[in-house]
């Protein structure tokens, strides 16, 4: 059974930094996308950055060069290091994970929509930021 567990979010006045952790199990695909996601009410979901098992990353056009996607050695671990926070970063932060093809570009945030029952996702955790 796989399961995500997002953790970390908080308050940061813009400028700040923040690493947001998840913590992934059971998942035993051979290929995979891992990624980040955000929403804030009344909007759609929004993919942030994504990550192939294969170790290509990806993100959308705001947070480039500000967010980095990452996993740990042992793939337990998917992190988000957020710096440069902005207030329109300001939304709830969910992980998510389904199984993928070898082929990376199936995972780029403007490919992958994760949805159920295919896809599992985390809980969630808000992030605010401050101006």
């Known amino acids: 059974q796989v399961q995500l567990i997002e953790s970390g979010g908080g308050s940061v006045q813009a400028g700040g930094s923040l690493r947001l952790p998840c913590t992934v199990s059971?998942?035993?695909?051979?290929?995979?996308?891992l990624g980040w996601f955000r929403q804030t009410p009344g909007k759609e979901r929004e993919g942030v950055a994504t990550?192939?098992?294969?170790?290509?990353?990806d993100y959308v056009e705001s947070v480039r060069g500000r967010f980095t996607i990452s996993q740990d050695n042992d793939k337990t671990t998917l992190y988000l290091q957020m710096n440069s926070l902005k207030p329109q970063d300001t939304a709830m932060y969910y992980c998510?994970?389904?199984?993928?093809?070898?082929?990376?570009?199936?995972?780029?945030?403007?490919?992958?929509?994760?949805?159920?029952?295919?896809?599992?996702w985390g809980q969630g955790t808000q992030v605010t930021v401050s101006s």
């Open positions: 998510a994970a389904e199984s993928a093809g070898p082929d990376s570009r199936t995972c780029y945030v403007g490919t992958w929509s994760p949805a159920w029952p295919l896809a599992h």
């Open positions: 990550i192939h098992s294969g170790g290509t990353t």
């Open positions: 059971g998942v035993r695909y051979r290929t995979y996308c």
